[in-house]
T-cell receptor, first 112, second 116 residues
Framework: KQEVTQIPAALSVPEGENLVLNCSFT??????LQWFRQDPGKGLTSLLL?????REQTSGRLNASLDKSSGRSTLYIAASQPGDSATYLC???????????FGSGTQLTVLP | EAGVAQSPRYKIIEKRQSVAFWCNPI?????LYWYQQILGQGPKLLIQ????????DSQLPKDRFSAERLKGVDSTLKIQPAKLEDSAVYLC??????????????FGPGTRLTVL
């Protein structure tokens, strides 16, 4: 059974800092990995999707890397802003039904 | 392109009452998912539909939860009777492709259920 772990559970940084969020998964036989953002009271917004054959994806100030063999991914946020404050969720697609398994998320607070 | 729509956005009920949630996926999306997200946790898949057929409902508490997707479009999720531990956000998602692809999923805003 696939399990996804995210560390840290919460993170508070001053505005302008670069930061890294970590995600690990137990079964390396994945099809892809996604990073989502969730704002309070809102649904999930997909930030980046990395196919199993890829090593990284970039979108603006966000960069996600994938090391499938070690079961790890990182989300790098450059020059953080207060608007980046949200919960960031990592999820992997695996199994015969191509299901998403989520981590518990990292709650990020960027202080002005 | 309109996103995934869900209603109601919020619902408060007493335990042992019944409740139903509605989801309208993105037009043309064949696959529809219902997730339960308990506070402080990631979403957990309850049921997956491919058109109007069930692909996986292994984590659906079938003694109290039911879901249907008539005509392969809209879907409803019902809880009867509700328990305190059902308090959560219920998320609906849809995907444009079937099981043969990686299934990028698009999520609705969710329904926040509070059971008193």
């Amino acid at each position: 059974k696939q399990e996804v772990t995210q560390i840290p559970a919460a993170l508070s940084v001053p505005e302008g800092e670069n930061l890294v969020l970590n995600c690990s998964f137990t079964d390396s036989a994945i099809y892809n990995l996604q990073w989502f953002r969730q704002d309070p009271g809102k649904g999930l917004t997909s930030l980046l999707l990395i196919q199993s054959s890829q090593r990284e994806q970039t979108s603006g100030r966000l960069n996600a890397s994938l090391d499938k063999s070690s079961g790890r991914s990182t989300l790098y946020i450059a020059a953080s802003q207060p608007g980046d404050s949200a919960t960031y969720l990592c999820a992997v697609v695996s199994g015969s039904a191509r299901q998403l398994t989520f981590g518990s998320g990292t709650q990020l607070t960027v202080l002005p | 392109e309109a996103g995934v729509a869900q209603s109601p956005r919020y619902k408060i009920i007493e335990k042992r009452q019944s409740v139903a949630f509605w989801c309208n996926p993105i037009s043309g999306h064949a696959t529809l998912y219902w997730y339960q997200q308990i506070l402080g946790q990631g979403p957990k898949l309850l049921i997956q539909f491919q058109n109007n057929g069930v692909v996986d409902d292994s984590q659906l508490p079938k003694d109290r939860f039911s879901a249907e997707r008539l005509k392969g479009v809209d879907s409803t999720l019902k809880i009867q009777p509700a328990k305190l531990e059902d308090s959560a956000v219920y998320l609906c998602a849809s995907s444009p492709r079937g099981q043969i692809s990686y299934n990028e999923q698009f999520f609705g805003p969710g329904t926040r259920l509070t059971v008193l």
